[in-house]
């Protein structure tokens, strides 16, 4: 029952005590959004005063809105790097960018030249983020009855910290968790005989886990038995609600490109409501989505005032171009405009271009709530036809609808604009997952998805491919199946991004994955099926080709994923 509590909150009531707190407390900041926001900013400039990087701007101690904004330059990751890498290089203890000790770097996904950014962390932001998630949790108790007491399963993707000189150490996306399923059928063999026999395997080396497991694993063979039943059937559809019954949702973002991972999640989940809880980047907690259990295609996140001070570039929907001449402050956006987020943080992070382009849905209270539209950079282009990520996923969600009748869905893809052929033209690598081996679709069915996704770009696009013939018949090359965990793996080995972090390129650009895939394509000894339209005005079907071993040469990976 949920406790007696003098708090009401619009958004219902609260499953305990410390959830009415909870509630109160983001009430409060979203009706004084503007002066929580305010507040932040001169907290964020008097306690950062006397670093470095401030004192270069000369704000002579001035916190207000207008003095800031006229004297400290927009930024990107790229202008920051060298004065983090002193820190990172050469172990330089001095107020560099904050006057906090900084504690660790966080590990983000890759700059323009492939590099993984480093965010400087202090432990009082450690702080301010689990509080955040604390809210959170208010939130989705609301939606979810007797949450509060009942158990989650969480997968933590771990890899050993990269210590600096300067004694520094090292959320959760769809892509990640299906990663989880992947292993559990490579893995589930092994994963019953120690539920059977109450052992751990002998690949689990570190002692700490292995002293901890020694409490808790005992032989469980109906366990074991019930498990190895579900996992033996030919089809993993609904594996998640067979293994876990009591499963309520899953917490996954699948937002922005990460949505193509829907059908695939409901899949292995049973229709599981799917909650996609928190706006966040390694850079910043931004904000939660008040309705967690939302349609997962209208997903909103409610910007929380007190996480850092924020701003807006407004930008033009149908432009790459963003407009710099005047940004708008947190409670000044307009529904129904896109931005661009820019953001200063206690951190050492000021007027920051986090590269995410919002669209304002609403507000709540005073606080906007904003959808996740897509990363800024254009992803394709031959001629003047520019293909963003949006448009590009949507293209693919089209084409794969041509597949739903053959029970098959796209997993993965990525894309590059091949410019070695005259005229240039777009290639898009699909992974696919066909549920039902003897109804797999045709060469015909998946050439047509070729078309699909011709007709689904832009206009100047269809205008360069038809009229003016100056790019070439788009080309869809299936591949084989964990092509896409192979190019993960590569990367996180190299340190790109942690595992929950990496999120798949949809151009490529980055010539040490083009590698990785180079040589993946020669090791397997296999060939990848290409599909495409000829330019006649029926668009009708070429003959199927073939790319043989060694014939993938590629510009490699660039990464414009979500940070």
């Known amino acids: 029952m949920a406790a007696n509590s003098s ?25 004084n959004a503007d002066a929580v926001q305010q507040d932040v900013l001169a907290q964020i400039l ?84 689990m509080l955040l998630r604390i809210l959170l949790m208010s939130v989705t108790n609301l939606y979810v009855k007797g949450l509060d007491k009942g158990k989650g399963l969480y997968f933590m993707f771990t890899r050993a910290d990269t210590k600096t000189r300067g004694s520094c150490g090292w959320d959760n996306v769809a892509s990640c968790f299906l990663r989880v399923i992947t292993f559990f059928q490579l893995n589930w063999q092994q994963l019953t005989h120690d539920i059977r026999t ?37 089809k993993w559809e609904g594996i998640i609600t067979r293994i876990w019954p009591n499963t309520k949702y899953l917490d996954v973002i699948v937002t922005g490109a990460m949505a193509q991972y829907i059908p695939t999640l409901d899949y292995y989940s049973g229709g599981l409501q799917i909650a996609s809880t928190l706006y966040a980047s390694s850079e910043c907690l931004f904000g939660i989505n008040l309705n967690p259990m939302c349609n997962p295609f209208e997903v909103c996140y409610t910007i929380m005032p007190n996480m850092a001070y924020f701003e807006f570039l407004p930008h033009e929907p149908n432009s790459m171009r963003l407009t710099h001449s005047k940004l708008v402050d947190l409670v000044d956006v307009k529904i129904g405009e896109e931005y661009e987020l820019v953001i200063t943080t206690y951190t050492g992070l000021y007027r920051y271009q986090v590269g995410d382009i919002l669209r304002v849905t609403g507000f709540h209270n005073t606080a906007p709530q904003f959808q996740f539209i897509r990363r800024k950079n254009m992803v394709l282009g031959i001629d003047t036809d520019k293909t963003d990520e949006t448009e590009l996923q949507a293209a693919v969600e089209n084409a ?61 696009y269809r205008r360069c491919r038809a009229a003016d013939k100056s790019i070439g018949p788009l080309e869809i090359r299936i591949v084989k199946n964990e092509t896409f965990e192979q190019l993960m793996d590569y990367a996180i080995s190299r340190g790109s991004a942690s595992m929950n972090q990496y999120k798949m390129p949809r151009q490529i ?55």
Not at 20 to 30: G, P, R
Not at 524 to 549: H, K, M, N
């Open 46 to 129: 008097t306690q950062n005063a006397q670093t470095e990087y401030l004192k270069d701007f000369n704000l002579d101690g001035a916190t207000d809105r207008e003095t800031f904004k006229s004297k400290i330059p927009i930024v990107t990751y790229e202008d920051l790097q060298p004065l983090i890498q002193r820190i990172v290089d050469h172990g330089d203890r001095s107020p560099i960018l904050t006057a906090q000790p900084i504690t660790e770097f966080i590990l983000s996904s890759g700059t323009s030249a492939g590099e993984p950014k480093l965010v400087p962390c202090t432990k009082e932001d450690r702080d301010r983020r």
């Open 7 to 31: 708090f009401s909150s619009q958004m219902g009531p609260p499953a305990c005590q410390k959830d009415a707190k909870a509630l109160q407390l983001i009430e409060e900041m979203t009706r």
């Open 198 to 234: 109450g052992s751990l395997n002998p690949k689990v080396t570190d002692m700490a886990i292995r002293k901890c497991m020694t409490h808790i694993v005992r032989p469980d063979p109906n366990l074991a038995d019930f498990i190895a039943r579900e996992c033996a059937k030919d």
């Open 400 to 460: 794969s609808e041509l597949l739903r009748e053959f029970n098959t869905n796209v997993v993965e893809y990525t894309s590059y604009a091949d410019t070695t052929t005259i005229p240039g033209h777009y290639v898009i690598y699909w992974e696919l997952l066909e549920k039902d081996s003897a109804n797999s679709p045709s060469d015909k069915v998946l050439k047509q998805c070729c078309l699909a996704m011709e007709e689904s770009l832009n206009s100047v």
């Open 509 to 563: 650009g980055d010539h040490i994955r083009t590698n990785c895939i180079h040589e993946m394509v020669k090791s397997s000894g296999e060939q990848i099926a290409i599909f495409s339209y000829s330019e006649s005005d029926e668009y009708e079907v070429e003959p199927c080709r073939t790319l043989l071993d060694g014939a993938l040469d590629l510009d490699g990976f660039k990464d414009d994923s979500p940070s």
